[in-house]
């Protein structure tokens, strides 16, 4: 499995970014894809997640109203539209999957098997 990441870039507060994730190599249909982000200094922080199969979202509560996950079957891509950016976002943002199956979507980083490389988001104020 192989996980693309694109889209970051730097965005003045109250702006908009979509990022894209686009995967390789396996069949998603049976994954969840997450979404999250490392500042520096900072672990990693679940973002989003999203099941490939059924559409089920989940957010963290610090992006919920301004971030959505969705994806794009036919392009096997991800995207997490990102608004009204605050400078507190400002990260690598990191996309992962996971095909273990499990019941409920993994916000914990351990919880997905692959991750790509990370694309930077800077938000200035």
């Known amino acids: 499995v192989q996980l693309q990441a694109s889209g970051g870039g730097l965005v003045q507060a109250g702006g908009s970014l979509r990022l894209s994730c686009a995967a390789s190599?396996?069949?998603?249909?049976?994954?969840?894809m997450g979404w999250f982000r490392q500042a520096p200094g900072k672990d990693r922080q679940f973002v989003a997640a999203?099941?490939?199969?059924?559409?089920?979202?989940r957010y963290a509560d610090s992006v919920k109203g301004r971030f959505t996950v969705s994806r794009d079957s036919a392009k096997n891509t991800v995207y997490l539209q990102m608004n009204s950016l605050k400078s507190e976002d400002t990260a690598a943002y990191y996309c992962?999957?996971?095909?273990?199956?499990?019941?409920?979507?993994?916000?914990?980083?351990?919880?997905?098997?692959?991750w790509g490389q990370g694309t930077q988001v800077t938000v200035s104020s």
């Open positions: 992962a999957a996971d095909g273990s199956r499990s019941f409920v979507m993994a916000t914990m980083a351990r919880g997905y098997d692959y």
């Open positions: 190599g396996g069949t998603f249909s049976s994954y969840d």
């Open positions: 999203i099941r490939w199969s059924s559409g089920a979202t």
